[in-house]
């Protein structure tokens, strides 16, 4: 074969990343079988910590990356016309979704009665130490200092003496009102804060080649991940809350699969282009279980692969990574409130159906802002009325149930500024039906200083 043909032959296609995670997967499922089958403790407790340093490694980026992203998010719009109308437009879609997801799960529950067919003994249910109230929702949203850390103590007694570890976590609701007040200030302030901006977009760049590099951990984070959730989680533990387990992946399955399809034919957009486009940040999301360590991948769907223009998906894809929570704040609450009332036999009517609702859609930023699905699932118990101990019997499978929540919530992400693109003329109908006009963009990481 002469030089010239080999150069106009086409390249080999590289092993996709998803597959990559999705063998990591298998690899795991396995790992954690054997782990479990043969009682190999030393390869579980392998499994957890290869796990546990791969979700650090995502945390600790988690400040940088959102602090700057909603910073620059912020002062690009004024490269875009009507922001304002987007900006509402936005939070309409997220809202809408919020409650067909709810209604969706209280329907699942209705139908299945997760409680009632449950086999779990409630004797011995305490409350969660980490709760979730209106009043906490609330004196979240005013950040303790620049960067929403949060200092938590604890005290152990061992040998008749008492030790006291502290640690350091971070609030994202708080970093979120952070980030959109210093971008408003920035926005606000016009040609001095010049310096300021690029600053932001310079420690932007520099987060998201450190986010990529970690993503491109994935396929061994995604085994350890699983192996240790099959060895720690069998199904010993999700025989007694089984049809409870069903329901949220059926749930999930049916806003995944259901409703959002449905919303892009409404829209004019074809199905599969978006999951094709979208898929990677799905699968990354399903085994890391972080709406935010998953940005960059959704920031990179939308922009480079479904088409959404830049300026307003620096926007609107930060935004829905800290809000936007189809499956952990509309049908694992609801799923969950309802199985909490019938484990401890409290009746429900339609006003309390409404709460679920009405707290699925405005109380939705909770999950971010608080400890993710299980505190947003005490504000809606604490909302109903009914025993926070319920949350309690609910915590030993929540690893396995937050994979589908966090999938779906990461499809929504990607779904809603898809949506609103099309319906005001910003969307690359050519990108998004997949028609190369240009140079694409490597798909595997997007241009790093444009989340």
Same mark, same amino acid.
Do not use: H
């Given at each position: 074969?002469?030089?010239?043909?080999?150069?106009?032959?086409?390249?080999?296609?590289?092993?996709?990343?998803?597959?990559?995670?999705?063998?990591?997967?298998?690899?795991?499922?396995?790992?954690?079988?054997?782990?479990?089958?043969?009682?190999?403790?030393?390869?579980?407790?392998?499994?957890?910590?290869?796990?546990?340093?791969?979700?650090?490694?995502?945390?600790?980026?988690?400040?940088?990356?959102?602090?700057?992203?909603?910073?620059?998010?912020?002062?690009?719009?004024?490269?875009?016309?009507?922001?304002?109308?987007?900006?509402?437009?936005?939070?309409?879609?997220?809202?809408?979704?919020?409650?067909?997801?709810?209604?969706?799960?209280?329907?699942?529950?209705?139908?299945?009665?997760?409680?009632?067919?449950?086999?779990?003994?409630?004797?011995?249910?305490?409350?969660?130490?980490?709760?979730?109230?209106?009043?906490?929702?609330?004196?979240?949203?005013?950040?303790?200092?620049?960067?929403?850390?949060?200092?938590?103590?604890?005290?152990?007694? %061992?040998?008749?003496?008492? @030790? =006291?570890?502290?640690? #350091?976590?971070?609030? +994202?609701?708080? *970093?979120?009102? &952070? $980030?959109? /007040?210093?971008?408003?200030?920035?926005?606000?302030?016009?040609?001095?804060?010049?310096?300021?901006?690029?600053? %932001?977009?310079?420690?932007? @760049? =520099?987060?998201?080649? #450190?986010?990529?590099? +970690?993503?491109? *951990?994935?396929? &061994? $984070?995604? /085994?350890?991940?699983?192996?240790?959730?099959?060895?720690?989680?069998?199904?010993?533990?999700?025989?007694?809350? %089984?049809?409870?387990?069903?329901? =949220?992946?059926?749930?999930?399955?049916?806003?995944?699969?259901? *409703?959002?399809?449905?919303?892009?034919?409404?829209?004019?957009?074809?199905?599969?282009?978006?999951?094709?486009?979208?898929?990677?940040?799905?699968?990354?999301?399903?085994?890391?279980?972080?709406?935010?360590?998953?940005?960059?991948?959704?920031?990179?769907?939308?922009?480079?692969?479904?088409?959404?223009?830049?300026?307003?998906?620096?926007?609107?894809?930060?935004?829905?990574?800290?809000?936007?929570?189809?499956?952990?704040?509309?049908?694992?609450?609801?799923?969950?409130?309802?199985?909490?009332?019938?484990?401890?036999?409290?009746?429900?009517?339609?006003?309390?159906?409404?709460?679920?609702?009405?707290?699925?859609?405005?109380?939705?930023?909770?999950?971010?802002?608080?400890?993710?699905?299980?505190?947003?699932?005490?504000?809606?118990?604490?909302?109903?009325?009914?025993?926070?101990?319920?949350?309690?019997?609910?915590?030993?499978?929540?690893?396995?149930?937050?994979?589908?929540?966090?999938?779906?919530?990461?499809?929504?992400?990607?779904?809603?500024?898809?949506?609103?693109?099309?319906?005001?003329?910003?969307?690359?109908?050519?990108?998004?039906?997949?028609?190369?006009?240009?140079?694409?963009?490597?798909?595997?990481?997007?241009?790093?200083?444009?989340?």
């Amino acid at each position: 074969m002469s030089s010239s043909a080999s150069a106009a032959a086409p390249a080999r296609p590289k092993f996709p990343f998803w597959a990559q995670v999705l063998t990591g997967l298998a690899a795991g499922i396995l790992l954690g079988f054997l782990a479990r089958s043969f009682s190999l403790d030393w390869l579980t407790e392998t499994m957890a910590t290869v796990g546990t340093i791969f979700v650090q490694l995502l945390r600790v980026l988690v400040v940088p990356l959102v602090l700057t992203a909603l910073i620059v998010s912020i002062t690009q719009l004024r490269k875009v016309t009507n922001a304002a109308r987007l900006a509402v437009q936005t939070l309409l879609w997220f809202a809408i979704t919020a409650l067909v997801s709810v209604l969706i799960g209280i329907t699942l529950g209705l139908l299945t009665n997760p409680g009632a067919n449950a086999s779990i003994n409630t004797s011995g249910a305490e409350a969660v130490a980490t709760q979730g109230s209106w009043l906490d929702f609330l004196k979240s949203l005013v950040p303790g200092n620049i960067l929403g850390l949060e200092v938590s103590s604890k005290a152990t007694e %061992a040998a008749g003496s008492i @030790a =006291v570890t502290s640690s #350091l976590s971070f609030n +994202v609701l708080q *970093l979120v009102v &952070i $980030g959109i /007040a210093l971008g408003a200030a920035a926005l606000a302030a016009g040609e001095k804060a010049a310096p300021f901006i690029g600053f %932001a977009e310079s420690v932007l @760049a =520099v987060s998201q080649k #450190l986010v990529w590099w +970690v993503i491109k *951990l994935a396929p &061994i $984070g995604s /085994a350890a991940l699983i192996g240790k959730a099959v060895a720690s989680y069998g199904w010993d533990l999700l025989a007694p809350l %089984a049809v409870f387990t069903v329901d =949220v992946y059926v749930g999930c399955a049916l806003v995944l699969f259901g *409703l959002y399809p449905l919303l892009l034919k409404l829209n004019g957009l074809r199905v599969r282009r978006f999951f094709a486009g979208a898929w990677e940040a799905i699968v990354f999301a399903f085994v890391s279980r972080s709406s935010i360590g998953t940005l960059p991948l959704t920031q990179s769907a939308v922009t480079d692969k479904l088409g959404v223009s830049r300026e307003y998906a620096s926007f609107a894809v930060p935004l829905g990574a800290t809000t936007k929570m189809d499956g952990c704040a509309a049908i694992y609450p609801a799923l969950a409130a309802i199985t909490v009332a019938q484990l401890f036999g409290v009746p429900l009517d339609l006003t309390d159906y409404l709460l679920i609702a009405f707290v699925a859609v405005v109380g939705s930023a909770a999950t971010a802002g608080l400890t993710g699905a299980v505190v947003m699932l005490t504000l809606t118990l604490s909302t109903l009325g009914l025993p926070l101990e319920g949350v309690g019997l609910l915590l030993a499978i929540d690893p396995i149930l937050d994979m589908a929540r966090t999938a779906t919530n990461v499809a929504g992400q990607a779904l809603v500024p898809t949506i609103v693109a099309k319906r005001n003329g910003i969307l690359d109908r050519d990108r998004y039906d997949g028609v190369q006009t240009s140079t694409p963009v490597r798909a595997s990481e997007p241009e790093p200083a444009t989340v």
